[in-house]
């Protein structure tokens, strides 16, 4: 087995993390169809998509908890199925749920994490103590996790993630119930372990998170990628340049409507507004045929993208509505 | 074979480890059960029914109730510690607790997961069962019991062997349970069977089928090897067939129990 901080000569430079072909099938159903993934040190890469899109089947085959249909997975060089002792050596993940252990105390579940580790840190007590002041979770050591707040729950969780010291890092929706101040908390911890070096691999549904900490997104639907860059060129590629609002009750509205879908577009209704993604063209079109229909303009986020992944019909869930 | 290897990994001890870490922890209260049971069952049926049953006949010859039941006990206990603790423990901590899915996320996997609690299931039975053999000694000193002592320790390696298989039988149906809701399922279904046609606590009884269906009981075995060996010293066929019996159970049950687990905790078949 190779020890946690030699990598073999195959691997290519800087990448920590390549995943090509992914394929998965879960109860006779594909959930994951051919997807690559490939993160770089001191990179962060968001997986962005509706429930169900297959971002966490993903992820879990590759930090090992699932084992793919097809496809290879290498960390830091090391493939994930011929070598998964060397390959996991180098991954700490951060779960959706807490799976803490709860008969240990926080000091304890670090310190039982780093059990599961060979080969084993000789300074295991001196990173336990160090990733207790760096996680803010010292006044903690001696409690039990179950007793502890929402955001200090995560910041555990990330904590035991990184105990020994990986070279990439799973997130699965780490902020996910957290209050706004928790939610920054996390994500200052996020990107300081980005600049220590580590390849991040995160899944989200925080829109504002995804653009925040990702160096890239890869929006994942139906389990394919359904597109990839950095936030603001998926935006652009898969919603359109601006966000026409449009009121519901507003008069000629129906007509507006009508005239979008005739030419291929997708309103979207969120309670009381029409969301339309358009690109400069398609402005400059309806502005010259609906002269006098009050609307708003406005650039898209990425929950546009949610909306309008949701409209093409093959997502999960959405708030938004398209009605026929 | 993997499924095998994996037993003798270290990711397996370090289940193990974790577990035995726990229980050290709480042993203060958690010894008290595998003290208080013998107890009790000594004192209840062994000296209080013992006294109305007065002796029984066993192997064409007289047996005071006392002394035909502290065999059975001793593979009782072994029996019933490791499956209730195989089932119960570990599906809270599987379904509840998730500390297996915590355990999945390092370089622990699904094979040393199930070893380790198997492993943990025999070793704690194997525990229990050597405080049966105390409590034992404590009647021999008070004279109610005379055994021949010398076995005793001989019987800890088949005790452990038992409890392992029937650890394994006890992860089969964490594998297979719904919910925690249909836990007393196997007890009445499969343990409680199985522990009384065990001759245990009682001698088999003429009933047509059972004496057959017995001779492939492991526990049935067990306990009529170790009367064997501590009422008389005499290491016979019974003890040979139950280790054998429980090495079939291991090789069967161990891959099933990997195959469901998987398929239970990854949603993957």
Redesign the interface.
């Given at each position: 087995m190779h020890s946690a901080a030699s990598i073999p000569h195959s691997t290519p430079a800087g990448t920590l993390l390549e995943a090509v072909g992914l394929e998965k099938s879960?109860?006779g159903k594909p959930v994951v169809q051919g997807i690559d993934l490939a993160v770089s040190a001191g990179e962060v890469l968001g997986l962005l998509g509706p429930n169900g899109a297959g971002k966490t089947t993903t992820l879990r085959m590759c930090?090992?908890?699932?084992?793919a249909d097809k496809g290879t997975i290498r960390i830091a060089g090391h493939d994930l199925t011929r070598e998964?002792?060397a390959a996991?050596?180098l991954l700490?993940?951060c779960?959706q749920?807490?799976?803490?252990?709860?008969?240990?105390t926080v000091r304890g579940n670090l310190l039982?994490?780093g059990?599961?580790?060979?080969p084993r840190q000789p300074d295991l007590a001196e990173r336990i103590e160090a990733v207790l002041d760096r996680f803010g979770l010292r006044e903690f050591k001696d409690q039990k996790p179950d007793t502890l707040s929402g955001g200090y729950k995560r910041r555990l969780m990330i904590a035991?993630?990184v105990i020994?010291r990986p070279r990439v890092l799973f997130l699965d929706e780490p902020t996910t119930g957290l209050d706004p101040h928790a939610r920054v908390a996390v994500w200052e911890l996020i990107n300081g372990l980005r600049a220590e070096g580590l390849a991040i691999v995160l899944t989200t549904h925080y829109m504002d998170e995804a653009a925040k900490l990702s160096d890239r997104v890869h929006v994942i639907q139906g389990g394919r990628v359904r597109a990839s860059g950095t936030p603001a060129a998926v935006l652009d590629d898969v919603v359109g340049e601006h966000i026409v609002l449009l009121s519901d009750t507003s008069a000629g509205t129906r007509s507006v409507l009508d005239w979008f879908r005739a030419r291929g577009v997708r309103p979207a209704l969120v309670l009381a507004d029409w969301h339309i993604p358009l690109d400069a063209a398609g402005l400059a079109a309806f502005v010259a045929a609906f002269p006098g229909v009050a609307y708003e303009v406005r650039p898209p986020t990425l929950d546009d993208l949610f909306l309008a992944l949701a409209a093409e019909g093959k997502g999960g869930d959405t708030n938004g509505v398209t009605k026929p | 074979m993997r499924t095998f290897a994996a037993a003798f990994q270290?990711?397996s001890r370090?289940v193990l480890?974790?577990h035995v870490?726990?229980h050290l922890r709480n042993w203060h209260t958690v010894t008290l059960p595998p003290v208080c049971e013998p107890l009790i069952m000594l004192l209840t049926f062994g000296l209080g029914l013992g006294s109305q049953i007065g002796s029984l006949r066993w192997q064409d010859r007289d047996l005071d109730y006392m002394h035909y039941l502290a065999p059975g006990i001793l593979a009782y206990t072994a029996f019933m510690s490791s499956f209730f603790q195989s089932l119960f423990a570990a599906f809270i901590r599987m379904h509840f607790?998730?500390?297996w899915?915590?355990?999945?996320?390092?370089?622990?996997?699904l094979e040393h997961v199930v070893w380790g609690e198997a492993f943990w299931a025999a070793t704690l039975a194997t525990a229990y069962a050597a405080v049966v053999c105390v409590v034992l000694g404590a009647f021999g000193l008070m004279g109610q019991l005379s055994l021949r002592w010398e076995w005793l320790p001989a019987t800890i390696p088949l005790l452990f062997l038992t409890s392992l298989a029937f650890a394994s039988l006890g992860l089969f149906f964490t594998a297979i349970l719904p919910s925690i809701d249909h836990m007393s399922l196997p007890f009445f279904l499969v343990i409680m069977p199985i522990g009384f046609a065990s001759s245990t606590y009682f001698p088999l009884p003429d009933v047509a089928g059972l004496r057959e269906a017995a001779l492939f009981n492991p526990l049935h075995h067990l306990a009529e090897g170790l009367r064997f060996l501590l009422l008389e010293g005499r290491p016979t066929l019974h003890l040979a067939i139950s280790a054998g019996l429980c090495l079939v159970l291991l090789m069967v049950l161990v891959p099933v129990d990997m195959r469901l687990l998987r398929k239970r905790v990854?949603?993957?078949?």
């Open positions: 879960l109860g930090y090992g908890y699932l084992r998964p002792d996991r050596r700490g993940v779960t749920d807490d799976t803490f252990d709860a008969d240990f039982q994490t059990r599961y580790f060979r035991r993630s020994h | 270290w990711q370090a480890a974790r870490r726990v607790q998730k500390s899915e915590g355990q999945l996320t390092t370089q622990v996997r990854f949603g993957d078949g």
